[in-house]
């Protein structure tokens, strides 16, 4: 990671308001984020009697712009946070549903029951539970029934990594792991060939998106298999597979090395304002002659003959 990243980065990390500000933006994307639902759905789609699942719907961003097509499907949201899914049930429900879910699956709405899922920025997030988590949504849904997920890379490695795309060194490369919820979460790179070996084992790829908002939207069908985590996570005969994880964990060792400089840097200016604060003091001032008579009557002591 170059200084210019780290200095970029380090401005992100402290800019509250910049964070903020982003949110706002990216709420206000809702219609936008519903267009191009629709946009990828076939063209004979319709939600007439359909159950629609909202995986990771957040505050409601998406689903709130739903209400006209909730007459006539069954709308649920779901969401690892307690206080957006409270937020939901308050302002949608009825005739949304919101129920919130651990951070791992099971979901515990009935199998084989859902006709669409979406997952708008939800895979770009997920780290360990990723795989766990689309293999659920491949049993919630129904024989043939479509999910929607978004997933990214190509656009955000700069932002994410601080280097320049490379398609063969990326596989699902998660990065800043232990992110909070609040600071936008890990991010998990994907590229388009490690989805189309992974996730294409439980889906057919429809269809996938060029950049809608700097992600991929992929438009999955059902496959009728059952499939589990470690069917989906199996690595392919391809080497790609190995350069992107031994690259991932090259990622991770740059960011220790950019969390231990400016743990560093933090440690220097901790030391630096409380010692200042302490010379400031009244009383350190006013100790201050005993301090010096003390060292004198020291370096006395170490001169004279034993
Ligand atoms: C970037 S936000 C996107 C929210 C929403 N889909 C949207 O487009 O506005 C990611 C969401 O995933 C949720 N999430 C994270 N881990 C989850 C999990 N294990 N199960 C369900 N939701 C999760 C977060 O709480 C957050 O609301």
């Not at 709130?64 to 779901?78: K, N, P, S």
């Not at 609040?182 to 998106?209: C, K, N, Q, Y």
């Not at 298999?225 to 964990?249: I, K």
């Amino acid at each position: 990671m170059t200084r210019e990243n780290m200095e970029q980065l380090r401005g992100a990390y402290e800019d509250g308001g910049q964070l903020a500000a982003a949110y706002q933006a990216w709420e206000a994307k809702g219609p936008e984020t519903k267009s191009a639902l629709l946009e990828l759905l076939p063209d004979d789609w319709s939600f007439d009697g359909k159950l629609v699942l909202d995986f990771g719907c957040g505050t409601g961003r998406t689903l709130r712009h739903f209400l006209a097509e909730a007459d006539a499907a069954e709308f649920w949201g779901v969401d690892v946070g307690a206080e957006y899914i409270k937020a939901l049930q308050d302002a949608l429900c009825p005739p949304m549903h919101a129920m919130r879910c651990e951070v791992e699956p099971p979901l515990g709405l009935e199998y084989g029951s859902f006709d669409l899922a979406w997952a708008i920025s939800v895979f770009t997030h997920l780290t360990d539970n990723s795989i766990p988590w689309l293999v659920e949504l491949h049993r919630l849904l129904k024989p043939g029934g479509l999910l929607i997920a978004t997933y990214i890379g190509r656009w955000n490695s700069e932002y994410a990594a601080g280097e320049p795309w490379n398609e063969d060194l990326v596989g699902m490369n998660v990065l800043q792991h232990t992110n909070g919820w609040d600071r936008g979460g890990p991010i998990a790179l994907m590229s388009d060939w490690w989805v189309r070996a992974h996730w294409g084992r439980a889906f057919e790829i429809l269809e996938v998106t060029p950049r809608v908002h700097n992600m991929r939207w992929a438009l999955l069908r059902k496959r009728d298999v059952e499939v589990t985590p470690e069917d989906l996570a199996r690595p392919e005969d391809d080497p790609r597979e190995y350069l992107s994880v031994r690259h991932n964990l090259e990622q991770v060792r740059r960011e220790l090395e950019f969390t231990q400089a400016v743990c560093e840097k933090l440690i220097v200016d901790v030391r630096r304002d409380v010692r200042r604060e302490y010379e400031g003091s009244l009383s350190w001032r006013v100790t201050r002659p005993l301090r010096t008579a003390a060292r004198i009557a020291r370096s006395l002591r170490s001169r004279s003959p034993a």
